[in-house]
């Protein structure tokens, strides 16, 4: 509903609708109609920081106009051409909703960039404008520091109690940690806990890899 007296009027509506339960369930749905106003106007107030934090089309250009031109300064102007549709329009759009986040206008800024570069333009996909999308911030963080580091792999480490019964041959185990390390630390994220969950979500956009072939067993 767009506004709070469309929800009441629709839950009163309700009771209009069927008179045989009227004298019922008309004070409760008023109750209810006071309720639904009452978070209406809750959520109202959570969620206008958001209103300051999409950004609108003025905003987006003066980025457009700072930013991706300063990653194009140094390319001849016979160079720079149009980008393709399906790739700026999406990236455009997404810069609403993550113009606040630096890291990630930052990769819509080098893909916009990348896509007006003529000797760069064949390399863009439409498809990274979505991989960018599924990134948080702190998963911005990370690949910063997958850039940065040298191409010495980096350690994650597993964790897996496991018994074994001698008697009758028994034996099992559960993994306690998977992909564990000082990552998150490292890169300064917000929520290092989650490290784990974004190198699984980096691997699955096809932006890591942890490769099996690679690893180091060692028991206690």
Partial sequence: MSTESEMVDAVTGLVIAVPVYQDLAQPAAKEL?????TVAEAINVVLFPLNVMIWGYDQIKDFISLSVVEKLKNVSEENIISPKPNI?????????????????????ANLLASAMNKNTASG????????????????????????????????LLNVRWEYKVPTDEKK????I????????VQAGLEFP???????????RLGIAEVPAAYEYTGKD
């Fill in 172 to 175: 099992g185990g559960i993994t």
């Fill in 88 to 108: 700026a329009v999406p990236a455009i759009e997404a810069l609403r909703y993550s113009g606040d986040e630096p890291l990630l206008s930052d990769l819509y």
């Fill in 33 to 37: 109609g006071k309720s639904l106003k």
């Fill in 193 to 203: 806990d989650s490290t784990p969950t974004y190198i699984d979500n980096l691997c």
């Fill in 124 to 155: 863009v996909h439409p498809a990274f404008v979505e991989i960018i999308k599924q990134l948080t911030s702190d998963e911005a963080k990370l690949i910063k520091l997958f850039l940065a580091g040298n191409e010495m792999p980096l350690p």
């Fill in 177 to 184: 940690l998977v992909n564990f390390s000082f990552l998150g």
